[in-house]
């Protein structure tokens, strides 16, 4: 089985442009999080989708960040204009419902902002 | 909100020892489930073992094993016969039976030594 697949693996670039990440969950996975990771911390999460609706995106700074999921499968998030402390690792993870607990990671997207 | 603690920034560990790596958690809803998950260098997030707070026994996965004791709110980790592939940094995290999220410990790295 696929695991999650996340790209492009790695994103330089200067603040004030904008940048996007491709989310492809496990098949099948109702829930997919984003979590964004800086650099020695734990990730946190971004907004939590189940299938195509949000659940959760009151950690998202809506001002420059926003996140889709058309036809409930694959995800994008972009950010706005960037900043330097967007710079960070890009987790996408998915579960396969809300009674599943278990998440499950992609690779991550390091984006690093100068 | 929930909270998890863990207080080991870094250890050292030689090949075919055990090691244990602490975390505590703090929570007041009853229902909830505790992660540890490895990073290695390449940045992925890969899931280790899962315990449930009204599971009776230890979760075991081959090598690793979770202490949990609910009491103390603790969910320490141990893993066993240490290889040099398990050198990554180690996240305890939580999630609650209501919304799944996952909230994410400070990290600890582990170093194997030959």
């Known amino acids: 089985e696929a695991g999650v697949a996340q790209s492009p693996r790695y994103k330089i670039i200067e603040k004030r442009q904008s940048v996007a990440f491709w989310c492809n969950p496990i098949?099948?996975?109702?829930?997919l999080y984003w979590y964004q990771q800086i650099l020695g911390q734990g990730p946190k999460l971004l907004i939590q989708?189940?299938?195509?609706?949000?659940?959760?995106d009151s950690q998202l700074p809506k001002d420059r960040f926003s996140a889709e999921r058309l036809k409930g499968v694959d995800s994008t998030l972009k950010i706005q204009p960037a900043k330097l402390e967007d710079s960070a690792v890009y987790l996408c993870?998915?579960?396969?419902?809300?009674?599943?607990?278990?998440?499950?990671f992609g690779p991550g997207t390091r984006l690093l902002v100068l | 909100a929930q909270k998890i603690t863990q207080t080991q920034p870094g250890m050292f560990v030689q090949e075919k020892e055990a090691v244990t790596l602490d975390c505590t958690y703090d929570?007041?809803?009853?229902?909830?489930?505790l992660f540890w998950y490895k990073q290695p260098s390449s940045g992925e997030m890969i899931f280790l073992i899962y315990?449930?707070?009204?599971?009776?026994q230890n979760a075991t996965e081959g090598r690793y094993s979770l202490n949990f004791q609910k009491a103390r709110k603790s969910a320490n980790l141990v893993i066993s016969a240490s290889q040099l592939g398990d050198s990554a940094m180690y996240f305890c995290?939580?999630?609650?039976?209501?919304?799944?999220?996952?909230?994410f410990g400070a990290g600890t790295t582990v170093t194997v030594r030959a």
């Open positions: 995290a939580m999630s609650l039976s209501n919304d799944y999220k996952l909230s």
């Open positions: 993870a998915s579960s396969l419902d809300p009674g599943e607990e278990t998440q499950y």
């Open positions: 929570t007041s809803d009853p229902s909830y489930g």
């Open positions: 098949s099948g996975h109702a829930t």
């Open positions: 989708f189940q299938n195509n609706g949000v659940v959760d």
């Open positions: 315990q449930g707070s009204y599971d009776q």
